[in-house]
Antibody
Framework: QVQLQESGPGLVPPSETLSLTCTVSGGSVTSGDSYWSWIRQPPGKGLEWIGYIYYSGRTQYNPSLKSRVTISVDTSKKQFSLKMRSVTAADAAEYYC????????????WGQGTLVTVSS | QSALTQPASVSGSPGQSITISCTGTSSDVGNYNLVSWYQHHPGKAPKLMIYEGTKRPSGISNRFSGSKSVNTASLTISGLQAEDEADYYCCSYAVTYTPPYVFGTGTKVSVL
């Protein structure tokens, strides 16, 4: 049973870079049917795709965030990471790492989420 | 790619059935049988309840069922229970989108 756990600072100053890491346990990050994803939920709002990465390094990003976001994967550490540059108050949200399964064509595994506040 | 449209809230009494709609377009919901549904209790990880429109992952109660008509997918919860009170999100695959998925706006289910 795959489990995901987010880690990273809960407070990021405006204009700085948000950095989060997701550690994968109970499964392989090189699994051919898995796309390692980042999804966020601003307070009081719905879920929003940030993007995902395949173990080969291939990525897809939400066009509205693409210029500020980088998702990377470290297969040796069984981790994947999110970096979001030049954050503003609008980036404050609960951030989830997740696995999108091509077998289900759905997100079949989610982390617990980590709340990121943007403030000085 | 716009978010799929869901009602903001749906409520029902214990034992009743409720249905949550998820309206998209011919580019997403209408073009694929690849709608998934998620249950989200605040403070917890969202949970996959339905995939490929009608299928339940192992361990999901058969009180949850999915369907689709043209551009609208639906999630029905029968025999409503207090533990079903949560937010529910639909999500559709759409190969022309980047990433190729779009979430719904979310529905708050209340058990009266």
């Amino acid at each position: 049973q795959v489990q995901l756990q987010e880690s990273g600072p809960g407070l990021v100053p405006p204009s700085e870079t948000l950095s989060l890491t997701c550690t994968v346990s109970g499964g392989s990050v090189t699994s051919g049917d898995s796309y390692w994803s980042w999804i966020r939920q601003p307070p009081g709002k719905g879920l929003e795709w940030i993007g995902y990465i395949y173990y080969s390094g291939r990525t897809q990003y939400n066009p509205s965030l693409k210029s500020r976001v980088t998702i990377s994967v470290d297969t040796s550490k069984k981790q994947f990471s999110l970096k979001m540059r030049s954050v503003t108050a609008a980036d404050a949200a609960e951030y989830y790492c997740a696995r999108t399964s091509s077998w289900y064509s759905a997100v079949d595994c989610w982390g617990q989420g980590t709340l990121v506040t943007v403030s000085s | 790619q716009s978010a799929l449209t869901q009602p903001a809230s749906v409520s029902g009494s214990p034992g009743q059935s409720i249905t949550i709609s998820c309206t998209g377009t011919s580019s997403d919901v209408g073009n694929y049988n690849l709608v998934s549904w998620y249950q989200h209790h605040p403070g917890k990880a969202p949970k996959l309840m339905i995939y490929e429109g009608t299928k339940r992952p192992s361990g999901i109660s058969n009180r949850f069922s999915g369907s689709k008509s043209v551009n609208t997918a639906s999630l029905t919860i029968s025999g409503l229970q207090a533990e079903d009170e949560a937010d529910y999100y639909c999500c559709s695959y759409a190969v022309t989108y980047t990433p190729p998925y779009v979430f719904g706006t979310g529905t708050k289910v209340s058990v009266l």
